[in-house]
């Protein structure tokens, strides 16, 4: 299926896409990150556009390069990709977070590089904006897409996320399983709603994930079925 012409189910929808992992500095040489590659969001990307989307990409750090023919906005910290959201937010159909967004960050970034001295050195950190979280709380007619990365409990964590952050979806992968999660080019997913597991995919790369999660989403948000 995948490879072929995709149905132009998402035409005249604006769609912001994340993907990556944030940087939240430490001083101006080094900062926090993840293992995100990017790969994840990036194909969503792709694929959202092939089917007509107006696409934004908020890209963290990224492995790959994104495609040249996509609109993309490359963001460091929570902070920065929250502020491009909202830039974006006004007349946005959907929202799809596939982005590693750092949890805590330091509470100062120094101005300078950092100088060694002690022995041990304790870095004091703050949580982060959760920026699902806010847009699940300021959503109005948007279509929300949330991911949740788990080593254990995937069903009870997915929906516990998918309740609190107002989504009308949540993909689920277990990030432990071979083939699955960070820097993977296959994935191995659930979708959740609101009334439970909607899909158990198996072992796809992650452009027919992506292909899979937009059906479901354009079925909801267009009421098209395919
Ligand atoms: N997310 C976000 N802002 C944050 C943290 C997470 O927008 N500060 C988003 C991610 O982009 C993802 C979803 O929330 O779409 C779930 O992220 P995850 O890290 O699995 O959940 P957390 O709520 O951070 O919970 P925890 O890490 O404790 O499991
Ligand atoms: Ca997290």
């Not at 963290?60 to 963001?75: L, M, Q, T």
Request: aromatic residues 4%; negative net charge; hydrophobic residues 40%.
């Amino acid at each position: 299926e995948v490879g072929q012409v995709k149905p132009r189910l998402l035409e005249g929808k604006k769609i912001i896409v994340t993907a990556g992992g944030t940087i939240e500095r430490i001083d101006p040489v080094r900062y926090i990150t993840n293992d995100s590659s990017g790969k994840m969001g990036i194909a969503i990307a792709k694929v959202a556009r092939d089917m007509g989307a107006e696409v934004y990409l908020v890209a963290g750090h990224i492995d790959v390069a994104p495609p040249k023919d996509i609109h993309v906005i490359p963001v460091q910290s929570a902070q920065d990709m929250y502020d491009a959201i909202l830039a974006l937010w006004e007349d946005t159909d959907v929202v799809i977070k596939a982005a590693a967004v750092a949890d805590y960050r330091p509470r100062n970034a120094a101005d300078q590089k950092m100088k060694k001295s002690g022995e041990t050195m304790t870095l004091e950190m703050v949580k982060t904006v959760d920026i699902l979280e806010q847009l699940g709380r300021m959503k109005k007619s948007q279509f929300l897409v949330g991911f949740a990365a788990e080593t254990n409990d995937v069903e009870t964590y997915t929906r516990e996320k998918l309740i609190r952050k107002n989504c009308d979806l949540m993909v689920a992968n277990d990030v432990t399983t071979e083939g699955a999660g960070f820097r993977s080019d296959t994935n191995i997913v659930q979708i959740h709603d609101r009334n439970g597991l909607v899909e158990q995919l198996p072992m796809l790369s992650k452009e027919e994930v992506a292909h899979r999660l937009l059906t479901i989403m354009a079925e909801r948000v267009c009421g098209v079925h395919s």
